[in-house]
Nanobody, 115 residues
Framework: QVQVVESGGGLVQPGGSLRLSCAATSSIFSFYAMGWFRQPPGKQRELVAEITGDGVTNYQDFVKGRFTISRDNVKKMVYLQMNSLKPEDAAVYYC?????????WGQGTQVTVSS
């Protein structure tokens, strides 16, 4: 199965920072808008941030000013820099095209925010 591979998750204290990475698998990666999504325990998966092929970004209100999405079209990588993390940010984080393709989901990376 062709998938993205997410990494960089882990345990961090409230107010801390973490940088997530996503390795894409597409010969035409640079043409696709990409997004980071997350799924908190017991809740639906939700969009967090998105970035066009040219680097134009958009963020959901609950992460504005705290998270930064970026991409490297040569390396076929997407990143999510997360600062000022809150307990509510704890979730499994995924990347995918935006809008997402059902067959393109990876395994995600776990982010835990706790003291």
């Amino acid at each position: 199965q062709v998938q993205v591979v997410e990494s960089g998750g882990g345990l961090v204290q409230p107010g801390g920072s973490l940088r997530l990475s996503c390795a894409a698998t597409s010969s035409i990666f640079s043409f696709y808008a990409m997004g980071w999504f997350r799924q908190p325990p017991g809740k639906q998966r939700e969009l967090v941030a998105e970035i066009t092929g040219d680097g134009v970004t958009n963020y959901q209100d609950f992460v504005k000013g705290r998270f930064t999405i970026s991409r490297d079209n040569v390396k076929k990588m997407v990143y999510l820099q997360m600062n000022s993390l809150k307990p509510e940010d704890a979730a499994v984080y995924y990347c995918n095209t935006d809008p997402p393709l059902e067959w393109y989901w990876g395994q995600g990376t776990q982010v835990t925010v706790s003291s």
